[in-house]
């Protein structure tokens, strides 16, 4: 397992540095620069300011240049400052970062919550009144807009009832509680954003493997349906969902643009967002790596999860 880890963390290395580069040659090849920005804010700004700040902040330098100084300063752990906050980039993703995998990861739990228990009802007796009723939920949430489920649960639980605050996020010393009312509403969105997906997927994935031998093989041995569901086809069942997951941990990282934007969430996807439209180049191209370093990170995840779902796996069949 040792060396299946290595392996993985090498070929992560390699695919950061990779993305690393093509990340900041599309960055450096967007039009305008921030000194392109100053000389249009201030028009007592002359040429040789402009090119006296371009040397200054190597801007004047090829794009290979610039990136292997780059990335010098990053392996000694300086990222460089953000423009647009005037402060290093990681005391800028820090906070940001935090709140993120907070959305995201208590979000991400609710939805396998729901999803897994109401897919496997709904694969137990397919075609009959549940499965329609789960099946039509999920199409609901799927074709339902993020933007606007925030928009109705504005209107609802903020402007109707008064219940949670409409956007925003707990001032510092505030109480738990406060904390908990500001979080509601961002993490019921998101959660009613993904879970249809993941039970669909679930549903899919039971249906497949409960019309395997083995299951009825298991049913003619005279076992219970909930034994053969939860005992025998489950960890089975589990496997794609698995890798879903894997593949939308990235996009559940970054891609919460939307969710943190109508409530002025401070979080990464807005952060991303925000640092491409203000070029502050070192703000987004650490952002976009992080999201880069999340879905390698849930690929890893995916295949110790294999594993542990099915014993027939080994990490000692990919060494040789």
Same mark, same amino acid.
């Given at each position: 397992m040792i060396r299946f880890l290595a392996t993985r963390l090498l070929q992560c290395l390699l695919v950061l540095a990779v993305m690393s580069f093509l990340i900041y040659a599309l960055i450096g090849l967007m039009p /305008?620069?921030? +000194?392109?920005?100053?000389?249009?804010?201030?028009?007592?700004?002359?040429?040789?300011?402009?090119? @006296?700040?371009?040397?200054?902040? /190597? !801007?004047?330098?090829?794009?290979?240049? @610039?990136?292997?100084?780059?990335?010098?300063?990053?392996?000694?752990?300086?990222?460089?400052y953000s423009r647009?906050?005037?402060?290093?980039? !990681?005391?800028?993703? %820090?906070? @940001?970062?935090?709140?993120?995998?907070? #959305?995201?990861? +208590?979000?991400?739990? !609710?939805?396998? #919550?729901?999803?897994?228990?109401? /897919?496997?009802?709904?694969?137990?007796?397919?075609?009959?009144?549940?499965?329609?009723?789960?099946?039509?939920s999920c199409f609901a949430g799927i074709s339902a807009p993020p933007f606007w489920l925030a928009l109705m649960a504005i209107m609802l639980f903020s402007v109707t009832l008064g219940w949670f605050p409409a956007g925003g996020q707990a001032p510092p010393g505030a109480? +738990?509680?406060?904390?908990?009312?500001?979080?509601?509403?961002? +993490? /019921?969105?998101l959660t009613l954003a993904s879970v249809g997906g993941f039970t669909r997927f679930m549903r899919a994935s039971m249906l497949q493997t409960l019309r395997q031998d083995f299951i009825r093989t298991a049913s003619a041995k005279g076992m219970t349906r909930t034994r053969v569901i939860y005992g025998h086809a489950l960890r089975n069942a589990l496997l794609p969902l698995v890798t879903v997951i894997a593949l939308s941990f990235g996009t559940l990282f970054s891609?919460?643009?939307?969710?943190?934007?109508?409530?002025?969430?401070?979080?990464?996807?807005?952060?991303?967002?925000?640092?491409?439209?203000?070029?502050?180049?070192?703000?987004?191209?650490?952002?976009? #790596?992080?999201?880069? %370093?999340?879905? !390698?990170?849930?690929?890893?995840?995916?295949?110790?999860?294999?594993?542990?779902?099915?014993?027939?796996?080994?990490? @000692?069949?990919?060494?040789?």
């Open positions: /305008g620069d921030p +000194i392109d920005l100053m000389i249009a804010a201030n028009p007592d700004f002359t040429s040789a300011d402009a090119a @006296r700040l371009k040397a200054l902040y /190597g !801007l004047d330098q090829p794009l290979l240049k @610039r990136y292997g100084n780059w990335l010098t300063s990053a392996l000694g752990g300086d990222f460089g647009l906050y005037s402060q290093p980039v !990681l005391d800028v993703i %820090g906070p @940001r970062l935090a709140n993120t995998a907070l #959305l995201v990861g +208590i979000s991400l739990a !609710l939805s396998l #919550l729901l999803a897994i228990p109401l /897919g496997i009802a709904a694969a137990a007796r397919p075609y009959s009144v549940i499965d329609y009723l789960v099946n039509l109480s +738990i509680w406060e904390g908990i009312q500001h979080a509601v509403l961002p +993490i /019921g969105v891609g919460a643009l939307i969710t943190e934007t109508m409530f002025a969430w401070l979080g990464m996807g807005k952060t991303i967002y925000d640092a491409i439209l203000g070029n502050d180049f070192n703000l987004a191209l650490v952002g976009l #790596l992080m999201a880069t %370093g999340m879905t !390698l990170l849930g690929n890893v995840l995916a295949d110790i999860s294999y594993v542990a779902l099915d014993p027939r796996l080994d990490f @000692r069949a990919e060494e040789p």
